[in-house]
């Protein structure tokens, strides 16, 4: 993931940046603690507390590299950089399954942002990578993840920021 674009919101970003800092102090204190709670109970060859407490270390500390990472490679979503006519992140996109005509609409994200039980789909998912950058009109193919599942063609409808 280094050096991919993280596109966040103003909300996302500071939402990221408290989370690295809660990691960074209570977090770290927290595993600390844990950690000096099993080493007390002995040998720490046989000890499954000590274990799973240096375990929920090493995760912490994924936690707090991947953060760090997004951070640094974080775009932020601004609406006064986009171009209206195209689909890009923070675009609410109306489509027409063109197979089922059912019509549904969502809004593009970036990955940490999004939340598909919300209608916030991500800038990395299948249907959000085939509709960035399209426009209204354009019929798209969405490659499926199931490859016995046939691609899904879309037709869009319209674009809102």
């Known amino acids: ?15 990221l940046q408290d989370r690295l800092a809660y990691l960074k102090s209570e977090g770290r204190v927290d595993v600390a603690n844990k950690i000096a709670v099993a080493r007390s ?20 500390e994924q936690e ?21 006519d ?14 089922w005509k059912d019509k549904f609409s969502f809004k593009i994200m970036g990955s940490y942002d999004s939340d598909p039980s919300k209608g916030l789909i991500s800038n990395e998912s299948p249907i959000g990578k085939a509709l960035m950058g399209k426009k209204v009109g354009d019929e798209v193919c969405v490659e499926t993840p199931d490859p016995n599942d046939n691609d899904m063609k879309v037709k869009i ?5």
């Open 86 to 99: 195209v689909i890009n992140i923070g675009a609410t996109v109306e489509v027409l399954d063109l197979q």
């Open 157 to 161: 409808l319209s674009i809102k920021y």
């Open 64 to 84: 707090i590299a991947i953060i760090e990472n997004q951070l640094r490679n974080a775009k932020i979503i601004s609406k006064m950089k986009v171009d209206e």
């Open 41 to 60: 109970f002995g040998d720490i060859s046989e000890n499954s507390e000590y274990d799973a407490a240096r375990e929920e270390e090493a995760q912490l």
């Open 1 to 15: 993931m280094e050096g991919n674009e993280v596109f966040l919101t103003k909300e996302g970003y500071k939402e």
